[in-house]
């Protein structure tokens, strides 16, 4: 059985920088793709970022390119969420997900993600 922890989401300021973490239990942590989602109130999850397992190349949202900067530790069964030069548009609610057989081509959707954490709450104010 597959357990997500997210860490690090709290109250910053436009233009601040923070550091997001997911903790990955389970087997086998490198076979997984493993995802950043993020939704924000009254609308709908979004991808921000992630790995497709055995593949090192991240995948980014247009909102996050540039700004966002994605990894992965196999040795640690991490993933982090670098963002910098945050926005109000930010303000979120940020998952960590993974799946061990999700295709490229949906990433993006939420609803083909098996594994997802409680999710930690980003907040950025003016």
């Known amino acids: 059985q597959v357990q997500l922890v997210e860490s690090g989401g709290r109250l910053v300021q436009a233009g601040d920088s923070l550091r997001l973490s997911c903790a990955f239990s389970?087997?086998?942590?490198?076979?997984?793709?493993m995802g950043w989602f993020r939704q924000a109130p009254g609308k709908e999850r979004e991808f921000v970022a992630g790995?497709?397992?055995?593949?090192?190349?991240?995948y980014y949202s247009d909102s996050a390119k540039g700004r966002f900067t994605v990894s992965r530790d196999n040795a640690k069964n991490t993933m982090d969420l670098q963002m910098n030069s945050l926005k109000p548009e930010d303000t979120a609610v940020y998952y960590c997900?993974?799946?061990?057989?999700?295709?490229?081509?949906?990433?993006?959707?939420?609803?083909?993600?098996?594994?997802w954490g409680q999710g930690t709450q980003v907040t950025v104010s003016l």
């Open positions: 389970g087997r086998s942590f490198s076979t997984y793709s």
């Open positions: 997900a993974a799946d061990s057989r999700i295709i490229t081509s949906s990433m993006l959707d939420p609803d083909q993600w098996d594994y």
């Open positions: 790995f497709k397992r055995y593949n090192s190349n991240p």
